[in-house]
């Protein structure tokens, strides 16, 4: 069973950057089929995708974001992260990483989130 | 860039109805979208991808339809389990972007 589970720090002081980790278990990263993505929801909201990577390095971002986020991965630690630079409070979110499947679209694996407020 | 409106925003229901969501993209995002349900709390589940495919273990009274830019999530017979937000995906593009969510209530 595929498992996903977001690390890093809670807190996160404005115009600073925010770094999350996301580990996966249970499967490779090095999976052609899939994609390894980065989904936030701010306290009380909808979801808003961030952008997502395959194990080969492509990435992809939203175009709100993409100029301050950076997706990588570390196939040697069947890991991937995100960083998110120049935050404010608007950033404050739950963080969740994902597996998306190439053929078929659909984000089938989840981690269960992480919160991270930005405040001074 | 490609934007996914909802509606209703919040719907009420009782168990053993039929109901319907339904997402409307500005532009054609011909069958990539999906559906995920949501509860307090809780990562998303997915429920439909390619707009009318079943994810598996999903029970069957769930059905997505549609394609172009307007799309329907079904629930056909309403369990206690269902009420939730939900949300619609288009993945045509790098911005994937959901819909604003319609809570399902009691």
């Known amino acids: 069973q595929l498992q996903l589970q977001e690390s890093g720090p809670g807190l996160v002081k404005p115009s600073e950057t925010l770094s999350l980790i996301c580990t996966v278990s249970g499967g490779s990263i090095s999976s052609n089929n899939d994609y390894w993505a980065w989904v936030r929801q701010p306290p009380g909201k909808g979801l808003e995708w961030i952008g997502y990577i395959h194990f080969t390095g492509n990435t992809y971002y939203s175009p709100s974001l993409k100029s301050r986020v950076t997706i990588s991965v570390d196939t040697s630690k069947n890991q991937f992260s995100l960083q998110l630079t120049s935050v404010t409070a608007a950033d404050t979110a739950v963080y969740y990483c994902a597996r998306r499947v190439v053929t078929t679209g659909g984000v089938d694996y989840w981690g269960q989130g992480a919160l991270v407020t930005v405040s001074s | 860039d490609i934007q996914m409106t909802q509606s209703p925003s919040t719907l009420s229901a009782s168990v053993g109805d039929r109901v319907t969501i339904t997402c409307r993209a500005s532009h054609s995002i011909s069958y990539w979208l999906a559906w995920y349900q949501q509860k307090p709390g809780k990562a998303p589940k997915l429920l439909i991808y390619?707009?009318?495919s079943l994810e598996s273990g999903v029970p069957s009274r769930f059905s997505g339809s549609g394609s172009g830019t307007e799309f329907t999530l079904t629930i056909s017979s309403l369990q206690p389990d269902d009420f939730a937000t939900y949300y619609c995906?288009?993945?045509?593009?790098?911005?994937?972007?959901f819909g604003q969510g319609t809570k399902l209530e009691i």
């Open positions: 995906q288009q993945y045509t593009t790098p911005s994937g972007a």
């Open positions: 390619k707009a009318s």
